[in-house]
C-alpha cells in the first residue's frame, strides 16, 4: 500500500513569491493533517481535514496560509506571499478514522526555504 | 512552558546499552499517547502507542503514568540502528502535539 506523498521535495522560492505544496493521503484515509517544523522547533500543527471539511484550523499562522482537499482527496497548502519566516520543513500526515486517537502516517515532508 | 518536555539529549551510549526516555506533558484532558522515531531529513514514523498498563515490543518497553502526566520509552540492548530521534507525541482531540526530541547515538 503506498503511503503518504507530498510534493515537491524541496522548494527554494524569493520572500514575496506564491508556493503550493501538495499532500496525497494514504488511500482511503479520511482524516488529513499538515504540519510545520521550523529550524530548532518540534513540529507543530497546522489543520485538520475531514474529507473535504477543514475541522480545525487553529495552529495556522496566518492568512497567508490557505489549505483545501478538493474531493476529499489530495490536500493543497499554499503561501502567499511567502516570508523568510514560513521558512521549515512541512509534513503532511493521514489516518483513517473515525476515532482520534487513530495512528497518523506521515509523508516525507516538503522543506521550504524563503530567501 | 512546552505542552510535551523532553530532554533533547544527545544519549550517547555504547551498543547493548539500556537507555530510557522521559516526557511530561501539561493537558490532562489529553487523550492518547505516542512514542515516534525520525531518522535525520526524514518523517516522523510510529514506534508504539503508550498505555497505562504499560506496554512492549520486543527491546522496546512504553509506559503511561496519566496522575503525574508522564511518559516513557525504555531502549534494552541497544543497537546501532536504533540511533535516531525520539518524538513524544500527545494527541487530543486528533491533534498531535510533539515534544521537541531526544537524540539517541548508539556508539559501535
Known amino acids: 500500500e503506498a503511503g503518504v506523498t507530498q510534493f515537491p521535495s524541496h522548494s527554494v522560492i524569493e520572500k514575496g ?21 521550523v529550524m530548532g522547533k518540534e513540529i507543530k500543527f497546522l489543520l485538520h481535514f475531514v474529507k473535504e471539511s477543514k475541522q480545525d484550523e487553529s495552529g495556522m499562522p496566518n492568512n497567508r496560509f490557505l489549505a483545501e482537499r478538493t474531493g476529499g482527496t489530495y490536500s493543497t497548502l499554499k503561501v502567499q506571499p511567502a516570508e523568510l519566516e514560513d521558512s521549515g520543513v512541512y509534513f503532511c500526515a493521514s489516518s483513517q ?19 | 512552558r512546552k505542552e510535551v518536555e523532553q530532554d533533547p539529549g544527545p544519549f550517547n551510549v555504547p551498543e547493548g546499552a539500556t537507555v530510557a526516555f522521559n516526557c511530561t506533558y501539561s493537558n490532562s484532558a489529553s487523550q492518547s499517547f505516542f512514542w515516534y522515531r525520525q531518522d535525520c531529513r526524514k518523517e516522523p514514523k510510529l514506534l508504539m502507542s503508550v498505555y497505562s498498563s504499560g506496554n512492549e515490543d520486543g527491546r522496546f518497553t512504553a509506559q503511561l503514568n496519566r496522575a503525574s502526566q508522564y511518559i516513557s520509552l525504555l531502549i534494552r540492548d541497544s543497537k546501532l540502528s536504533d540511533s535516531a530521534t525520539y518524538l513524544c507525541v500527545v494527541e487530543k482531540t486528533y491533534k498531535y502535539i510533539f515534544g521537541t526530541g531526544t537524540r539517541l547515538k548508539v556508539l559501535a
Open chain 1, 17 to 37: 513569491q506564491t508556493v503550493t505544496l501538495r499532500c496525497d493521503p494514504i488511500s482511503g484515509h479520511d482524516n488529513l493533517y499538515w504540519y510545520r517544523r
Open chain 1, 97 to 115: 478514522g473515525p476515532r482520534g486517537g487513530d495512528t497518523q502516517y506521515f509523508g516525507p515532508g516538503t522543506r521550504l526555504t524563503v530567501l
